[in-house]
């Protein structure tokens, strides 16, 4: 169809190997391996080769992401000209993401440091010698709760639910995709409910959870795992033994307009993929701002983040990227779940159909894949370590002071991901304006 675009491609790839042989001599597998060509029975442009072929700069938008990018994917191609990779973590707004969609907490913190912060957000670092001051921390929850009010009627405007603002908001918005684990949570709260049911309620903090995005039209598994997210959550809404301690939901439509009022109210941002997938994520940034705290692994930005706001401010759980090869060639995830008490009694109510009564094996592919010991995303491994931190949210959590001197260090560490700061790396360092 492109025959003269195709005959470019080949004039470039041939310019291209002439250095790739300089540099080689004689080595016919790094010719092989960079070629912008995948020779087969049905050659295939790489685009990935000719982009980096065709660029001047080459940059991740994270720091594990750069790491993983150089180490990995574009190992060749990093030795070949290691000058032309650079990292450039995604940042934020503060205009949207602060001071347009949180008035309250914005008029606030301008109360305190002043209005400059708006313009250079390197400036919202002063916000931290307020974190222990009672006075400030009564009006940073008073804050919150009118945040919280607006989130509230907004769920019940688009579910039925009705979210109690005296409760911890538990909050996953993202696009729906196996490596972002929204499993992993919805068997967190299968898990919960498996606990308030048997009346092991002493320790729990009542929380709503909230849910949303997107699935891609031919992503069949991101929308079966929506499908139980539903399910369950009409089935805890319903039980008004639960309901007391724990209320979900699953927004529609999630978009921009959503995430303007859902991230000013919410206390807990899960950031929970699977350590070395997400390349840097942008809503963990967002929450951040407003206040939440994270729990999450060390992956994508998460790890600045916990840079930032120091790690007794962030809740962490998890496989590490460099660990998840070596774990996948000894997986049994079948092992794991006869060894944890929790994970156990979360499989046998999704597998009674308890959640499906009437809608027989709907849920078995997310079954089967929870047991698979080829499940790339660990979900099985990774459950009692969050299911750990959760409680360590529970317990922190009920200490109002602390929560909150925790919520204001998160915010007032946020300012290295405004994308001023982003941008003016790119100006500088790759640009060079």
């Known amino acids: 169809m492109l025959p003269r675009i195709l005959e470019i491609i080949y004039e470039v790839n041939a310019r291209f190997l002439l250095q790739v042989a300089v540099e080689w001599p004689g080595d016919a597998e790094k010719q092989t391996a960079l070629s912008l060509i995948e020779e087969g029975q049905e050659p295939q442009v790489r685009m990935a080769h000719l982009a980096i072929v065709g660029s001047y700069s080459v940059n991740g938008v ?22 032309k990779f650079n990292n450039k973590t995604n940042g934020v707004t503060p205009r949207r993401w602060l001071s347009h969609c949180n008035t309250s907490l914005a008029d606030l913190i301008s109360s305190k440091i002043g209005k400059n ?12 010698q307020f974190a222990a001051e009672e006075a400030f921390q009564k009006k ?3 804050s919150k709760k009118v945040n919280k009010v607006a989130l509230s009627d907004f769920v019940e405007q688009a579910t039925g639910v ?8 538990d909050v996953q918005v993202k696009r729906i995709h196996e490596y972002k684990r929204q499993l992993l949570n919805i068997l967190h709260v299968i898990g919960l409910y498996d606990r308030i049911r048997k009346g092991d309620t002493a320790e729990i903090t009542p929380r709503c959870v909230l849910f949303g995005g997107k699935a891609a039209p031919g992503y069949v598994m991101a929308k079966d795992i929506i499908k139980l997210i539903n399910n369950v959550a009409d089935t805890i809404n319903l039980d008004s033994k639960v309901s007391q301690f724990l209320k979900v939901a699953f927004i529609p439509n999630y978009n921009v307009s959503a995430m303007e009022i859902i991230c000013p109210a919410t206390d807990l941002s899960e950031q929970v993929s699977t350590a070395g997938k997400e390349a840097s994520g942008t809503g963990n940034m967002k929450f951040m701002m407003n206040g939440a705290l994270t729990i999450g692994t060390l992956d994508g930005a998460n790890i600045e983040i916990r840079d930032a706001v ?23 995830p079948n092992n794991i779940i006869a060894n944890s008490e929790v994970l156990s009694a979360v499989m046998s109510l999704l597998e009674s159909g308890h959640f499906n009564l009437f809608e027989p094996n709907i849920f078995d592919s997310i079954i089967n894949t929870i047991r698979d010991p080829n499940d790339m995303w660990l979900t099985a491994y990774d459950f009692d370590s969050y299911f750990q931190a959760q409680r360590s949210v529970d317990k922190a959590y009920k200490d109002q002071a602390l929560w909150t001197k925790m919520s204001i260090l998160n915010t007032a560490a946020s300012g290295v991901f405004s994308s001023d700061h982003t941008i003016r790396q790119y100006r500088d360092e790759i640009w060079k304006l």
């Open 62 to 83: 994270a720091a594990l992401h750069t790491k993983l990018l150089k180490a990995g994917l574009f190992k060749h191609f990093y030795q070949l000209w290691p000058d």
């Open 117 to 128: 912060w708006v313009a250079d957000f390197g400036d919202i670092g002063r916000l931290s």
């Open 310 to 332: 120091k790690a007794e401010n962030f809740f962490l759980f998890g496989a590490q990227a460099e660990e998840i090869p070596d774990i996948l060639e000894h997986y049994h």
């Open 140 to 142: 940073w929850r008073d």
């Open 162 to 169: 009705k979210f109690d603002v005296n409760m911890m908001f």
